[in-house]
C-alpha cells in the first residue's frame, strides 16, 4: 500500500488537486499595490489615487492605467467625495479628468444595466442616454489634457457604443488609439464589443477584427490573445456546433491564445484577464485537460468576464462549476479514479 503512494500523489496531481478552494477565490480581487489606493479613496483620501495614475501617466503604462482608472471609477460610483475634492483642488489634472470620464460611463450604464435592450425600460433609457450626453465634454476634457494617452479613446469607444455611434465615427476613434498605442488591449477589446453580433456588427466582423489586430501586435503583447474574447461572445451564443463561424476559426482562435498564455508564469495578473477566457472557451470545445491546466495557472483570480455571461451564476459559481466539470472530465480518463465516478 505504501509503494503505491507516489502512484496516488501523481493521479492526484493529474486531477487538479492542488486547486485553490472555493473559499479563497473572489472576482476581480484588487493587487497589493492597488488595494490600498483604493481603500483611501472609499474613505475620501484622493491623495494615493493621484500619486498612482501620476506615476502610470509618466511611464506610459498605458494598460495599468486603465485597470486602475476603471477600478477607481467604481468606488467614486459609491463614493464621489474624493473625487469631487480632486477635480476642485485641480481643474485640469489630467488624472482627475479621466476618473472623471469614466465615471460618466458607470453612471450611465448602472442606470441602463447590463439587461438586453427588451428588458430595459424607456425610463431607464432616458437616463442611460442623458447621462452620456452629458458625458460628452468630460470625455473630451480628458482627451485633451492628455495627449498620447490612449485611455481615453478607451473611455470613448465605450461611450460610442451606448450612444449607437455610426461606424464612420467608430472608426474615426479607433484611428486615434493607433495612434497612441496600436497594442492597447483595452481600447480593442472595447472596439470588439462594437463589433460583435448582439451590438453594431456580427459574428464574422468580430473575428476579422480580432484575428487582424493579433496578427499585428508587437511580440510580448497581450493583443495577440483577442481572438479569445470573440470566441467568448460568439460561444455564448452559439453554443453548440452549428452557427455561422467554422470551428476550425474558433479552434484556431484557442490554439493561439494557448501559445501566447505559455509565455506568462503562472498566477500572472495581466495573462489571467486571458486565462479566464481561455479556460471557459477549452471547457465548451471539451478540451478538458487544457482546461483544467489553466484554472491551475490562474489559481485565485477569477475576473468578472466572462463569467457573468453564464446566466443565473454568479461568476465565482460559475467558474468553479466548468473547474469541477473539468476536473471530472480529466478524471474519467484516469483508472484510478473513474471507477469510483457515476456513469456519464
Request: hydrophobic share 45%; net charge neutral; proline share 7%.
Amino acid at each position: 500500500m505504501l509503494l503505491a503512494f507516489p502512484r496516488v500523489v501523481r493521479h492526484l496531481r493529474s486531477v487538479g488537486a492542488s486547486l485553490p478552494p472555493v473559499t479563497q477565490l473572489s472576482v476581480d480581487r484588487p493587487d497589493p499595490v492597488l488595494r490600498p489606493v483604493l481603500a483611501a479613496a472609499w474613505d475620501g483620501n484622493h491623495a494615493p489615487a493621484r500619486e498612482l495614475l501620476a506615476d502610470t501617466r509618466r511611464r506610459r503604462a498605458w494598460e495599468r492605467r486603465g485597470e486602475c482608472v476603471g477600478r477607481l471609477a467604481e468606488v467614486a460610483l459609491a463614493r464621489p467625495r474624493w473625487l469631487r475634492a480632486w477635480r476642485a483642488e485641480d481643474g485640469d489634472d489630467p488624472d482627475a479628468a479621466l476618473v472623471a470620464a469614466e465615471l460618466e460611463i458607470c453612471l450611465a450604464w448602472e442606470a441602463r444595466t447590463s439587461a438586453r435592450a427588451q428588458h430595459v425600460s424607456r425610463k431607464q433609457f432616458e437616463i442611460f442616454f442623458r447621462t452620456l450626453h452629458q458625458a460628452v465634454p468630460v470625455i473630451e476634457k480628458a482627451v485633451e489634457l492628455n495627449p498620447g494617452d490612449p485611455v481615453p479613446w478607451s473611455v470613448a469607444l465605450h461611450h460610442a457604443r451606448g450612444i449607437q455611434a455610426p461606424r464612420r465615427d467608430f472608426d474615426e476613434l479607433l484611428l486615434h488609439v493607433m495612434d497612441c498605442d496600436p497594442d492597447h488591449y483595452g481600447c480593442h477589446s472595447s472596439a470588439l464589443q462594437y463589433l460583435c453580433a448582439k451590438w453594431y456588427g456580427s459574428h464574422e466582423e468580430m473575428f476579422d477584427f480580432a484575428e487582424t489586430a493579433a496578427a499585428r501586435a508587437r511580440p510580448g503583447r497581450l493583443l495577440a490573445a483577442l481572438p479569445i474574447e470573440a470566441v467568448t461572445e460568439y460561444l455564448t451564443e452559439h453554443p453548440g456546433r452549428r452557427g455561422p463561424v467554422p470551428r476550425q476559426r474558433v479552434n484556431a482562435a484557442v490554439d493561439r491564445t494557448l501559445e501566447v498564455c505559455a509565455g506568462y508564469e503562472a498566477g500572472d495578473r495581466d495573462a489571467a484577464r486571458i486565462r479566464n477566457h481561455l479556460a471557459l472557451a477549452l471547457v465548451r470545445c471539451g478540451r478538458w485537460e487544457e482546461a483544467l491546466r489553466q484554472f491551475e495557472l490562474i489559481g485565485t483570480d477569477v475576473r468578472e468576464f466572462p463569467w457573468a455571461y453564464l446566466d443565473g451564476e454568479t461568476e465565482v459559481r460559475a467558474f468553479v462549476d466548468a473547474r469541477e466539470n473539468a476536473r471530472v472530465q480529466v478524471a474519467r480518463t484516469v483508472p484510478f479514479f473513474s471507477r469510483y465516478l457515476p456513469a456519464a
